[in-house]
């Protein structure tokens, strides 16, 4: 099973060296490793100069309200989250994988190009996307237009991605309970209280699904907190 790159100690001096220095890295420090981040050095510098503003927001307005339209073109134009080698590694090591919500795809995109096995669906996958504005050069390409849990149901040999559920909304909620007992559901989002899915989501998710044992990391923009979980479904409906 290939859950992280461990790199050697010479490596990993050489990228700490790289990370803390020229700053044109494309690398994150996670507990045991470094990761990965699968940006262009466009976007790589947005995120760092996103990490330089978090320390002073509010002293700066101007440069600040710059910088937060940079990242909206980002997060809506390509991607809610940011993707990293070790997220693409857990997705290839779950294919087959049917992807819901999957707006632009870019991630999911990415994973095929790594030998992933996913079928991209969204509910809009066109002009009437209310969180995505293909602006940036991605667009929908390949992804079917599919509400999440027809999708569920008509892949049910599948396991799950799921990044990004809308905030308040019963999306997160309906894959859950429609998922089949031992699949398996690889989460991309905040914890409970915060801006992704509601708390039926939650509340279904604590009590029919184990979270495995994964350390898959991602780069965060500032005052954002998604990450990666995997969980296993292994109650229905209890
Ligand atoms: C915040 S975006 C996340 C997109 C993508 N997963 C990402 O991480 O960039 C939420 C996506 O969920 C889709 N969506 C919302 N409700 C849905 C539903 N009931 N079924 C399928 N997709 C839905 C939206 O169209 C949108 O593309």
Redesign the pocket.
Known sequence: MRRWKIFSKKEHNNFKENFFCSRVNFYIWCPKTIVMILLDKKWMDVLNEDRELGRISGSNLDAWTNLYKKKDLFRKGI???IPSQSLIDCLVEHSPIVS?????G??EKKAINFGANIVM????PSEK????EPQSGEDYQQVIA????E?ILKYQDRNVFM????YD?P?GF?VVSAMKVGSILVY?GEDRGGCTGNDDFFDFLEKNFKELDYDVCIPRWFGIYDEVKVYQKIFDDI
Do not use: Y
């Open positions: 991607s809610w989250h819901v919500g999957s707006g632009l870019f991630t669906t969204d509910i809009a996307n209310l969180w995505c599919l509400e999440a849990k999708a990044a990004w559920p809308p909304n999306m309906e991309v």
